[in-house]
């Protein structure tokens, strides 16, 4: 079964430096996620991609975060100047167009920031 | 504000038995409806779609009233291997699921030998 891939699968960075973490989703899919969870809470949305832009973004997707598809494989989350309470698993997600199915989670990224 | 509660446990049930899981949304308008299961520190993994008149699949039986903006899981005969976080989780696109997810912070169950 296709699957959606991420890398790292841990990170740890010095407070303030830049951190991109990556994702490549399923192969035919056109719509994609990002989505963190902090330890012990709930899974929360960030940002939605499509068609090379972003479709909806949270209020925790401030200025400090962007998104993009570089090469119509990777979709990319960059966090600038990381903060303590950046610290995270990230959980990418990709979609098929048209699809009533649910959205695919890849394996994520465990951001620790120190 | 947009929220879905459960009850966030731990149920602790020996195999076999049977359990029951809640969770209520507070937007009416909310359209898709899944129950996920994340293991300790994993990625959500869809368990199952919830659709509107009651579904089962095997010894998971979901069920879903719009009216109360409640769901529910049953699971049947537990085995070990059910231990884990159940996720409530609700879209509120039309006829899709092409929008935000919302996420249940989970209700978490061991099953015990």
């Known amino acids: 079964e296709p699957e959606v891939t991420q890398t790292p699968s841990h990170q740890v960075t010095q407070m303030g430096q830049e951190v991109i973490l990556r994702c490549v989703p399923i192969?035919?899919?056109?719509?994609f996620y990002w989505y963190r969870q902090i330890l012990g809470q709930k899974v929360e949305f960030l940002v939605s991609f499509y068609n090379n832009e972003i479709s909806e973004k949270s209020e925790i997707f401030d200025d400090q975060f962007s998104v993009e598809r570089p090469d119509g494989s990777n979709f990319t989350l960059k966090i600038r100047s990381t903060k303590l309470e950046d610290s995270a698993m990230y959980f990418c997600a990709s979609l098929d167009r048209g699809s009533n199915q649910p959205q695919h989670f890849g394996d994520g990224t465990r951001l620790s920031i120190l | 504000r947009k929220e879905v509660e459960q009850d966030p446990g731990p149920f602790n049930v020996p195999e076999g038995a049977t359990v029951a899981f809640n969770c209520t949304y507070s937007?009416?308008?909310?359209?898709?409806f899944f129950w996920y299961r994340q293991d300790c520190r994993k990625e959500p993994k869809l368990l199952m779609s919830?659709?509107?008149s009651g579904n089962e699949d095997g010894r998971f039986t979901a069920q879903l009233n719009r009216a109360s903006q409640y769901i529910s899981l049953l699971i049947r005969d537990s085995k070990l291997s059910d231990s884990a976080t159940y996720l409530c989780v609700v879209n509120e696109d039309r006829g899709s699921t092409l929008g935000r997810l919302y996420f249940g912070r989970g209700t978490q169950l061991t099953v015990w030998p």
């Open positions: 919830v659709y509107s």
């Open positions: 937007n009416s308008a909310s359209q898709s």
């Open positions: 192969s035919n899919h056109l719509y």
